[in-house]
């Protein structure tokens, strides 16, 4: 499969139909979507996230994306391929959801990934992040290639209007003073983030000390047009 592109029909894998959309007689019902799961909440939910391609991302290494195109994570698939050298293809988007966490990543070379998460800031990752950050603001950072590291993560869960399926879109790093202004900008509209609508783009971005690298951007482009919209 080359960059940018989804994998071709397959005659032997049946094609998924239209999502059904919900009877306007069990909308007005307005019932609880966790009902029947026992001991479930929103935390115990995985929706596919929105993956940022990076220089060291695997799929850029293999050559099968590139730099700034946006994934899949389920899938796999390029479904928002970067549009130049600066700037991705815009996503139109509408949140639903913010969660702040802090990971435990192991260090690159030993490819273990993620280690642990949590979303309590009493918790001994987010007592690490804190330290570990105030360490890199005094010049003592970290190498992600030998050490373990850990980070705050602003978590938003959306609705991709256009495919009509929920992801996760991740904003660590650099991408937290751009998570920090997008929730500036829902809260000064004085309704619901779900009222909002935003598209969502990737943007090569430098910081301070002059590295280059991708981040999510957003736009408000307006509000939902009525409730049938805002039922989403």
Partial sequence: ????????????????????????????????????????S??????????LMQAL????????????????????????????E??????????????KEWCHWASRVSKKGLLGRTTDPKHPIARKAREQLEATRDGHKPNQQTDETYNETHAWIVIDTN???????????????????WASTIAAKGCEMFAQKYELFAFYDK???????????TR???FVKDTAEFDL
């Avoid at 032997?12 to 001991?39: E, I, T, Y």
Wanted: no cysteine.
């Fill in 86 to 99: 600066s700037i991705g293809s815009p996503i139109s988007i509408v949140p639903v959801r913010l969660v």
């Fill in 220 to 222: 408000l482009v307006g």
């Fill in 163 to 181: 495919r009509d399926e929920p992801f996760v879109v991740s904003m660590s790093k650099g991408g937290i003073r751009e998570s920090r202004a």
């Fill in 42 to 51: 929103g935390k115990d939910l995985i929706f596919p996230r929105l993956t």
């Fill in 1 to 40: 499969m080359s960059a940018g592109t989804e994998a071709p029909n397959n005659p032997l894998v049946p094609v998924a139909a239209s999502a059904p959309q919900l009877p306007d007689f069990l909308r007005a019902k307005g019932g609880n979507a966790l009902a029947g799961m026992d001991g479930f």
């Fill in 57 to 84: 991302s695997p799929m850029v290494g293999e050559r099968k994306a590139r730099e700034g195109d946006v994934m899949h994570s389920t899938t796999k698939a390029i479904i928002y391929p970067r549009v130049n």
């Fill in 207 to 217: 910081n301070k000390n002059n590295e280059y690298f991708w981040v999510f951007k």
